[in-house]
């Protein structure tokens, strides 16, 4: 298990991950996961950190691209295609959300967070060591992109509560079980903590 990490302002990001409509609607207590985002965005603006919103969505180019074998090749057949758009309702982030000018912002084709965008070099760029994860789903990219961070040799802060999966119980065996042993693991209310 991680030791307890400081966070540092200067070089801590919090990414809150796939937050967008279609997603977020089909979740039970949406109401409280964007209130415990919300907090937690608050929190790392209060303290001068970094925020960063990432979202999956496709174009033409990207839709063309999908192999046979990828899982996205069933999810954006048919309806998925339009629903999955760039430009499409679902795709854009949940309106309690509120990017600001100079936030790190990419749009994913894959389940994690890095492999398909340049999420390493605008976090490389602003010199962050330690990413603060919240999303959506807990198995899907929250877990990838943990392991991502790790291959990239980022500090990991896992929220708990900012955090859902429509399988309850996978989310308890990852954040209680998988995760602390690689990550740091906490709940929005606990993250004020953690600051030098």
Known sequence: MPDRPTLDPRHTALLVMDYQNGIVARLPHAEALL?????????????GGHVGWVRVAFDQSDFDAIPETSMFAAITAGEGRSALHLDAPGTQLHAHLEPQLGDIAVRKTRVGAFSTTDLDQQLRARAVTTVVLA?????????????????????????????????????????????????????????????V
Do not use: K, Q
């Open 35 to 47: 209130g415990r985002v919300t907090a937690a965005v608050d929190t790392v603006r209060g303290r």
């Open 135 to 195: 999303g959506l789903s807990t198995s899907g990219v929250v877990l990838s992109t943990v392991r991502e961070a790790m291959d990239r040799d980022y500090r990991i802060v896992v929220l708990r509560d900012a955090s859902a999966d429509p399988h309850p119980d996978i989310h308890a065996f990852l954040t209680d079980t998988l995760f602390p042993a690689h990550t740091h693991v906490t709940n929005v209310g606990d993250l004020d903590a953690l600051w």
